[in-house]
């Protein structure tokens, strides 16, 4: 150490600069690596000291050696050692430029639960793999990472939920010291063996193992005969012990194979293989990692075979339970899609139908019977059929779901245990192609949901009763509407829209979006809103299949052609909405009110729309309060935008016309009217014969000078 020459710290940048070693610092939980400037040019970044993100510095570096160096890490952590790892640093295109070694002593926070190390990078020079140099240099951290490799390896597979993606995950395998540069499965199957998967050889050079009979003198054979591995550690043992098959094994080029049984639960279902470029002596050490390995992939090809088995079973079950569509219905498109619950069997209680009807009408049918499980299934697949019977008997769709809800209520009793009972929810419509026009009845089911010709979406206000099986003596009553030409029906159970999180509110409005923005045909409109719910998926049986999911969906679409459908743009698109509100039901006028600020939802003038809502509400309650009828709401909008009217009409079956009255300041009733003349731009009273209706305007520009106004209302006091 020198004297009087300053702090002899000074030079110690020097010296590690001379020795080819950088510095670094990782604080895992603040996800920041400190580099010097040694350290940064060894890692391929510019030569100057610098704070990296993880991800950056995980880009860097080969995605096997970024696992390794976190198991190495917790392990160090554990034993009171130094973390000693091998780390191959990466070029933008994927190549590896050095190897550098890294040493450090990691520490663990338990508040924080964070790791924390200060270590050393220095370039080492990599010995061929295979040689007695190659095992030498990584004797010291042989332990440390098998270790790191076996976790991440066994995590990988355990996470692996089919065949194709186990085997996926044992191509990518890299084992530290040793990696093998061809691997196999083999499966087997009565008396014959066949590769179920490979990688490192092309397909055509693999057709030879694809399938041979177990008396084959081939090492993969023996191993499945006898249980017990096979390590061949030269090309000459190979040619020695399997004489017949060694002239195919030859033309690959390798010169170590190693051989080992897939066994589960003592009984050896395949065998798989790794096969090395290099020469391996398989130590005690490397054929404890291959067994290891062989261990767990044998665990997850039986998981994954077993899951596969039952996705099979159940879609097959599910599959006989869901109706095809059936023929093209002139004027009308129709889509349709089911996905089941994730975990689990994959069958569950929602299911819709089809039926065909005498006069060329079908009825629609969408439900969702209580519960994700097989009783759910076996009830819905009864329900479904008893349905069928009743709509093929003629009967109207109130009759419909009357009785299958006094047959659900004895169906459900009688299966399975008594306290267990289930209800199941409904939604049946009878629909006449010719017309458009659907009757309908509910059973504690979702509305459904109307996309209009010129895109904006509304919730269909129908009446309707319990759900199935709760009351066998539950009255449905029906409402009837009309599609449109260029509108689009929408039926779904509640798995569609209460999924992440979401109420029903909310729910509808994330699925708004896409009915209004969606521009593609009726089979994407469906994908797109299970793709909302899900993300994107494959198809499967009669639509996307998900691996995660919270509730069963069940969906249907249903599109009455239009000249719009053939290019040709419908004249002045029209909304139209209708709704029945009823003595027994006066919170039905709160729906109301929302249903017309959803018809106009972009009206352009907030005080107009306001306005619309308060007199429809004014009109729906003088029913209430001084008939004894139920209100009919009809309301439509039409006409270019910038030149539009709404017209709302609200009917019923009271004799007396309505007056209009000019009521004191401490009268509680008597302005109905004189809050119409004052806010509608036209309005009046029409005798119905039996009943009457109550009508206004409004429109976007002035009205025309040919509307008609209120001369047929008594203007004098009642």
């Given at each position: 150490m020198r004297t009087g020459a300053g702090d002899p710290l000074a030079d110690v940048e020097d010296v590690l600069v001379a020795l080819g070693t950088g510095l670094w610092h990782w604080d895992t939980d603040a996800g920041e690596v400190r580099v010097d400037a040694q350290a940064a040019h060894l890692l391929g970044l510019p030569a100057e000291p610098a704070c990296l993100t993880e991800a950056q510095v995980r880009a860097r570096l080969h995605p096997v050696d970024w696992n390794e160096i976190t198991g190495v890490v917790q392990l160090a952590v554990a034993e009171g050692t130094l973390a000693e790892v091998r780390i191959r640093i990466m070029d933008e295109r994927g190549h590896i430029v050095r190897v550098v070694r890294s040493r450090s002593r990691p520490s663990f926070d338990p508040d924080r639960k964070a790791y924390e190390l200060t270590g050393a990078l220095q370039e080492v020079t990599e010995p061929a793999p295979g040689t007695p140099a190659g095992r030498s240099a990584v004797t010291g951290d042989w332990r440390r990472s098998r270790e790191a490799f076996l976790l991440d390896a066994g995590r990988a597979l355990a996470e692996a939920r089919s065949t194709e993606e186990v085997l996926r995950v044992a191509a990518g395998l890299s084992m530290p010291g040793f990696s093998p540069d061809g691997l196999a499965v083999f499966g087997v199957s009565g008396d014959r063996l066949s590769v179920i998967g490979h990688h490192g050889q092309p397909d055509a050079e693999a057709d030879p193992f694809m399938d041979m009979s177990l008396s084959t003198d081939y090492p993969a054979t023996e191993v499945v005969r006898t249980g017990r591995a096979v390590y061949l550690s030269s090309p000459q043992q190979y040619r020695s012990r399997y004489p017949m098959?060694?002239?195919?094994?030859?033309?690959?080029?390798?010169?170590?194979?190693?051989y080992l049984p897939l066994t589960v639960a003592g009984r050896t279902m395949g065998a798989w293989m790794a096969a090395f470029t290099y020469p391996v002596a398989f130590t005690p050490d490397e054929r404890s990692v291959l067994t290891t390995v062989a261990r767990m992939l044998a665990q997850a090809l039986s998981r994954a075979g077993a899951a596969e088995t039952q996705r099979q079973l159940t879609d097959g079950l599910q599959r006989t339970m869901l109706p095809a569509l059936g023929p093209q219905i002139p004027g009308m498109d129709i889509a349709a899609r089911y996905v089941p619950t994730g975990g689990g069997l994959q069958v569950g209680g929602d299911w819709y139908d089809m039926i065909a009807l005498p006069g060329g009408r079908f009825a629609l049918v969408i439900g969702d019977v209580q519960g994700h499980d097989v009783r759910a299934a076996a009830l819905m697949g009864q329900l479904r059929i008893a349905l069928r019977a009743y709509a093929s008997?003629?009967?109207?769709?109130?009759?419909?779901?009357?009785?299958?809800?006094?047959?659900?209520?004895?169906?459900?009793?009688?299966?399975g245990d008594p306290a267990d009972l289930r209800f199941a929810t409904c939604y049946y419509a009878e629909v006449d192609p010719a017309n458009g026009t659907l009757e309908s009845a509910r059973a504690g089911h979702l509305d459904p949901v109307v996309r209009m010709t010129d895109g904006t979406a509304l919730i269909l206000a129908t009446a309707g009763g319990l759900p199935l099986g709760i009351d066998p003596d539950s009255d449905y009553p029906t409402t009837r509407f009309a599609l449109e030409p260029g509108d689009t029906l929408m039926l779904c159970t509640d798995g569609l829209v209460e999924t992440g999180g979401h109420d029903l509110r909310t729910g509808w409005e994330r699925l708004r979006v896409v009915l209004e923005e969606?521009?593609?045909?009726?089979?994407?409109?469906?994908?797109?809103?299970?793709?909302?719910?899900?993300?994107?998926?494959?198809?499967?049986?009669?639509?996307?299949?998900?691996?995660?999911?919270?509730?069963?969906?069940?969906?249907?679409?249903?599109?009455?052609?239009?000249e719009c459908d053939a290019g040709v743009p419908l004249p002045s698109p029209v909304r139209r909405t209708m709704m029945t509100v009823s003595q027994a039901e006066p919170a039905r006028i709160a729906t109301a009110r929302q249903h017309l600020r959803d018809l106009l939802h972009d009206w352009p003038d907030e005080e107009q729309r306001d306005a619309a809502v308060l007199l429809l509400s004014e009109l729906l309650t003088n029913v209430l309060v001084h008939t004894d009828a139920d209100a009919l709401l009809a309301a439509e909008v039409g006409g270019e935008p910038g030149e539009r009217r709404i017209r709302v009409e609200v009917t019923d079956n009271g004799d007396d016309l309505p007056h209009k009255r000019r009521p004191g300041e401490m009268a509680s009733s008597g302005r109905g009217l004189v809050l119409i003349e004052l806010l509608a731009d036209t309005w009046g009273v029409a005798p119905r014969g039996t009943g009457k209706s109550i009508w206004y305007e409004l429109y976007e520009s002035t009205p025309p000078p040919d509307a008609p106004g209120a001369a047929a209302v008594p203007a004098d006091a009642a």
């Open positions: 098959t060694w002239p195919l094994a030859e033309r690959f080029g390798r010169q170590s194979w190693a008997e003629g009967h109207r769709p109130d009759a419909v779901l009357s009785r299958a809800s006094h047959f659900f209520h004895g169906l459900s009793e009688s299966y969606h521009e593609d045909g009726l089979e994407e409109l469906a994908d797109a809103l299970i793709q909302t719910v899900h993300g994107p998926s494959s198809h499967h049986t009669v639509g996307p299949l998900v691996d995660r999911r919270e509730d069963d969906i069940a969906l249907v679409l249903l599109h009455r052609q239009g």
